[in-house]
């Protein structure tokens, strides 16, 4: 049973035989059709295979770098394939390829928030750590120098005996009472000087 | 048809962000290398202090009954009367001290040293010991003062020697144990005070 595919080739003719004067005017024809086209002046109306082949012809020509775009056109073309690989569904994409459009895009949308919440961890870090410092001697008490944390004379401090004593002789290991007067002492000296510093009160 | 907006790099609102992100991290960077400069500095003669550990006015009367106690103490010690001398000292045991003030455990440990050697004196050798040994087990720390009842708890351990002596050959191998003691008593004793001058010239 013969095929279309078997008409077409049947129609063919070979390359080698001379063109016949009615091939001879359509092709002239059609290469003006061609020429009035890329002049822009395209006839309005045309047979359904004239125009198959001037697209074909407009695409072969393009492809060959003879034809530029205009930019809007350019333009136009770049956008509508960047919307196609933005708008393809993630689902669509499982184990495809992402395309470098849709990366950078991506990147460009993540890039602030990445960088600002960077940022902020980093102030907070640094804020925390200035907030949980051990205070230094500089941070001395000002103004009530028995608050938490002041910094006062060592004198006014209860503190071991050991410096004010020191090592105890066998001869004197019963000299309690007197080791007790020399702490009481030294303790009431502490104790006057700070109630002094603080203008008399306790 | 669908409109696309392709996000700006650093929109205003983004811009802000991380400029105030970059500000306060800045900030709280300069405030602590400012605050470590100011850490850098010689030892002070003063020190950071706690409200407890401030000499107060519990501290002082506490010390000045245990004074009181030691001087009655002596006044009995004076008169012979060695049994009333030990209760004043006995006393000094029970005297409240402010909570965690170092100058309690000296005192109550130099009470027991002195409470230790009245009953040793007494021939109360046992009880003696007892003291000692709770003053030993109550102390937080290495002090002269407990290197003091290390002293008097090796004086106990010659006593007890001599005693065995006067008993004849039968207490020879105690007599010589309780000498034994006695030198790894005093030997805690050095040790400690050796460890606490040592302490204190570097303090210096």
Not at chain 2, 171 to 180: L, S
Request: net charge neutral; proline share 5%; hydrophobic share 45%.
């Amino acid at each position: 049973m013969a095929t279309q595919d078997d008409d077409n080739v049947a129609r063919i003719p070979d390359p080698d035989v001379e063109p016949t004067a009615s091939e001879l005017a359509h092709a002239r024809r059609f290469a003006e059709l061609v020429d009035k086209t890329l002049s822009g002046r395209t006839p309005p109306a045309m047979s359904a295979d004239d125009r198959a082949l001037l697209e074909v012809a407009t695409v072969i020509r393009a492809a060959h770098g003879s034809l530029e775009l205009a930019p809007s056109q350019q333009r136009a073309v770049v956008e509508d394939a960047l919307r196609q690989a933005i708008s393809t569904p993630a689902s669509a994409g499982r184990g495809q390829v992402t395309s470098i459009a849709e990366g950078r895009s991506r990147l460009r949308r993540r890039a602030p928030w990445i960088v600002a919440g960077t940022s902020t961890l980093v102030a907070a870090a640094a804020i925390a750590l200035l907030w949980l410092r051990v205070p230094g001697p500089g941070d001395a008490a000002r103004g009530n120098p028995v608050a938490r944390g002041a910094e006062v004379p060592q004198e006014w401090i209860s503190r071991s005996a050991d410096a004010l004593v020191g090592p105890i002789a066998r001869d004197h290991a019963g000299d309690a009472g007197a080791r007790i007067d020399a702490i009481f002492a030294d303790r009431l000296d502490g104790f006057r000087t700070r109630r002094l510093a603080r203008g008399g009160k306790r | 048809m669908k409109k696309y907006v392709i996000p700006v790099f650093g929109g205003l609102p983004f811009v802000l962000a991380v400029a105030l992100a970059a500000c306060i991290a800045c900030t709280g960077a300069c405030l602590i290398s400012c605050s470590g400069e100011r850490d850098v500095r010689p030892p002070p003669t003063t020190r950071i202090a706690d409200p407890s550990d401030i000499i107060d006015q519990e501290l002082m009367i506490a010390l000045a009954q245990a004074k009181n106690f030691h001087h009655k103490s002596k006044v009995y010690m004076a008169d012979g009367n060695l049994t009333a001398a030990t209760t004043s000292v006995r006393q000094i045991l029970s005297l409240h001290f402010p909570k965690a003030a170092p100058e309690a455990d000296d005192v109550r440990n130099d009470a027991r040293a002195l409470l230790a050697k009245l009953l040793m004196s007494q021939g109360q050798l046992d009880e003696a010991t007892r003291t000692i040994e709770e003053g030993l087990a109550a102390s937080q720390r290495e002090s002269f003062f407990v290197a003091n009842l290390y002293t008097v708890q090796g004086e106990l351990h010659e006593a007890r020697a001599v005693g065995f002596d006067a008993t004849g050959e039968p207490g020879k191998a105690a007599a010589i144990d309780e000498r034994r003691a006695a030198i790894a008593s005093y030997d805690r004793s050095i040790q400690i005070n050796e460890r606490l001058q040592k302490t204190l010239l570097e303090e210096r």
